[in-house]
């Protein structure tokens, strides 16, 4: 390799990238006889073995249904459920537990929002604003909305770096913007947004704000409170965590103005037929059995980062991340989509003369597992003229090594195309 | 590599490269737009169909991987002068050859679509290389002026 910026860029020494590694059982493994290089960690990441246990021991030992029997184990999955709770509000920093509810991800989180705040209050003229680069989980359940209640959805548009357009924004978010919604990092370029600005805007306009954290949750530190942001929703297994998992922040008094969106068992206080009563947070918004081993999970996974420190991660991820784009520049014919100044560890390409679905089958030959496609973000790919990219993604326990080997791929399918 | 190299045998890189029937018709009867969801992958048929349903002339654009490229570059050749019945069975054959295996049934130009054969190891491209198909046969059956492999 040539490039003299690519060698000067060191991890920082005190993160030990190959005991994280060891953390983690799914990076073991061989993939078309190559050991397995996972780039794909912006779609979903590995969990490790601390996770895997806490989800088996909870099975093994103490499950039963919660807040419903007086018996041993329905207090042990109670109390593990609720816990999880409480471990995750710390961790994001939430004033009360009873802001976090459990949803099933991201999609869920925004869903909820969109139908139990958004829909009884937004009505003809009133407007919803988004960017152009939302994941389409936060685009779709706002049109629905707008279907709905005659409200109309407006986008931030991205600059060619790939950051949004925050001129454009200040006179999009008006008088008539009742919500604000907008990723904390995009998937697909992953460009970080500059939340505290936008949640400026949108309080000056009166609108409230609706912040996807799912790509943010894995990189950052989340602190809710100093973001200072409405809602904030995010996936347990983008952090980590597992599937079907995944938390809504909302303001206390916001979500205790709103009515659940879903009828069932556990989210109310009597039934009869003459009315119901609901339950208090959170639980008036978690109607029916909940995903109880997800949240023990998503609880654990919460112990697992903090043992090991975002701060360490983000210094870590941000080394890897640079020597990344340097290899990237000194690949001919290799273009990396967005040049924004703060950016997570996701990197988006094409090649000339490549189609990413080529790139991406020749890539999984090498053992190196991309995303390709157009990543959930439609109208992103139609701003920069392009249907789709492939997409490097890292990961805490992502190394230079690991880079090396996604470059040399990249080789090969120069060589075949 | 192997079954890398079966995928992409040289004759996908040189359709891919070189697609045959490139390009817009001046005035086609039919116009029919491909889409894959899953990839972004775009395709517009363009056909000239006499009046016994015969396809006088075909040509496509858009843009997908090399495997679509070279798909709809070996179909709208083969396909040419054939009758929508024709059309019709060897998109059945195709489909069994690239979902199943062996050869489709072989017969007449199946030798020609061999070369995709490769993609039955690969289910994720299977779209690939039967959305040029889908839309011959939307085409060919008058249905919506777009379709879709979802
Ligand atoms: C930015 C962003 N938002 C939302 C989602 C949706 O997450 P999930 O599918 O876990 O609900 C994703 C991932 O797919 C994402 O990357």
Known sequence: MKAATATAIKPPADFAVEKIRADFPALHQKVHGRPLVYLDNAASAQKPQAVIDAISDYYRRDHANVHRGVHTLSQRATDAYEGAREKVRAWINAASSCECIYVSGATEGVNLVAQAYARPRLKSGDEIVATISEHHSNIVPWQMVCEQTGAVLRAIPVQDNGELDLRAAAELIGGRTRIVAFGHISNALGTVNPVAELTAMARAAGA??????AQAMPHLRVDVRALDCDFYTFSGHKMYGPTGSGILYGKEALLDSM???RGGGEMIKSVSFAGTVYHDLPHKFEAGTPFIAGAVGLGATVDYLGGIGMEQVAAHES????YALARAADTPGLTVIGRPRQRAAIL???????????IGTVLDHEGVAVRTGHHCAQPLMQRFGIAATARASFGMYNTRAEVDALFAAVGKVREMF | MSHLRELYQEVIFDHNRNPHNFGKLPNPDRTVHGHNPLCGDQLTLYLQVDADGAIRDIAFDGHGCAISVASASIMTDLVKGASAAEALLWFDKFHAMVTGGGDGGGGEGMEKLAVLGG??????????????WHTLQAALRGGGATVSTE
Request: proline share 11%.
């Open chain 1, 259 to 261: 009515a659940p969106y």
């Open chain 2, 119 to 132: 993609v039955r190891q690969y289910p994720m491209r299977v779209k690939c290389a039967t959305l040029p």
């Open chain 1, 348 to 358: 988006s390409f094409t090649m000339d003369g490549v189609h990413p679905h080529d």
């Open chain 1, 319 to 322: 080394a890897v991340l640079d």
């Open chain 1, 208 to 213: 409230v704000t609706v912040v996807d954290g």
